[in-house]
């Protein structure tokens, strides 16, 4: 019995830590009938204001198994983890006050929104098919996933275009537009009911920030960044979740080295191993119902005898905030991302602040369409989507950094900030709160 005892303590103790540490997480099969909820939600009670605003009577998204349109991934049941064959999906608005009419194009529904509309045995061609729908219900104006612009908004490939056209005649093919305007319109809206969960998400990739910035996982002068960044993908996979990026964990420190954007978002050196009195740096995103985070945080490494962090550091972290408050105070319905851009690096550096801001929408794509406001870079403005005007219900990734000198290290240093927000007629609220003070490792200091 005492063995057996054992050996059950030590298959505990080997187990990764469980989800109930965390908020909680759904099963799978829980999972996909919230997301089947929430897109049939979605079809429902907001796409015919979204054709309607947009000016599109009818909206066609084409894709072939496993060269999606991102359009479509976001419209398939929870089910179908990629396209069928060739997938159409017709949306038709039916008017005001009577909604939306969709159809499958395809050889079985496309979940329960999608009913199932052409019978191969009956009509072998599928485009032919196609043309009869278009003209039954004779639409002036039909959009197409095609854009310049924005990548989510182009998913429409050449073969599809140009068989389309020829099926369904010149009549119609002169009435094809670009959906581009829907498609953000699609991709950018948060719903009601997402916005109910986006939080608890949002909550789950901080408290795993968290507790990868803390000694549960750190042993300064052992660990490396490249450790703590593998804990972290580990640590999503133990919780059943998925990311949508490699995160990334750099360090600043009282070294000649300085700060360097292409190395710290792209080649970023390797085994750097944490030492006390290192300012760390994370970039780290999940993805959870179709929804995604994208998050950066600071912790610091206290040396021996230290208590809390520096003061020289805590005002470069203000400096952060402050930053954060400047920038998001300049959002209004109507504004394009280059206007708050400009008016907010304005502000920020007459109050005396090194800025550098480049924020973009968050949702079903981690980095999202909608407005851009600003590129690292590019400061002075991003044409195209940097030229596109806020709306609300949209979530944005306010990511940014201060620069901040540090007399006693010698140099200047960024507090690199990500918060994931939500814009609504109240303003610019962070959907799980902020960080407003550098995580410490350990949490609680050694009485001295």
Known sequence: MKRLLIITLLLILSLPLSAQNYPHILLMKERAAVINDMLKDKVENYLPEMMRETDIDMWI??????????????????????????????????????????????????????????????????????KEIIEERDPDRIGINISETWGHAD????????????????????RLVSAEKLAVRWLETRTEKEMQVYPQIVRIAHEIIAEGFSDAVIQPGITTTEDVVWWYREKIRDLKLITWFHPSVSIQRADPESFDHLRTFDSRPGENVIMPGDLLHVD????????????????????????????????????????????????????????VLRMSREQAIE??????????????????????????????????????PLNLNTAYSIELNAATYIEEWGKEIRIMLEEDAFFDESGVWYIDGRQREIMMIPRVPAKQ
């Open 61 to 130: 998204v084409v894709s072939r198994e496993y060269n999606e349109d991102p359009v479509i991934e976001t419209m398939l049941p929870a089910t179908w983890l990629a396209a069928r064959r060739r997938t159409i999906l017709v949306m038709h608005d039916l008017g005001s006050g009577k909604g939306v009419e969709t159809l499958a194009v395809a050889r079985y529904d496309v979940g329960e929104v999608f009913k199932k509309a052409w019978d191969k045995e009956q009509e072998p061609d599928q485009w032919k098919r196609l």
């Open 284 to 339: 780290f995103g999940i993805k959870y119902l179709r929804l995604n985070t994208d998050t950066q945080q600071h912790a610091y490494v206290l040396r021996p005898g230290e208590t809390e962090v520096p003061d020289y550091l805590v005002k470069a972290f203000e400096n952060g905030n402050r930053l954060q408050d400047i920038f998001t105070n300049n959002f209004k319905e109507g504004r394009t991302g280059n206007e």
């Open 155 to 174: 998913g429409m490939v050449v073969t599809d275009y140009e068989e389309m056209k020829e099926a369904i005649g010149k009549k119609y093919s002169d």
């Open 351 to 388: 109050e005396g602040l090194k800025p550098s801001i480049y924020t973009h929408p968050i949702g079903y794509h981690g980095h999202a369409a909608g407005t851009t406001l600003g590129m690292w870079d590019a400061q002075g403005g991003v044409p195209g989507d940097g030229d596109y």
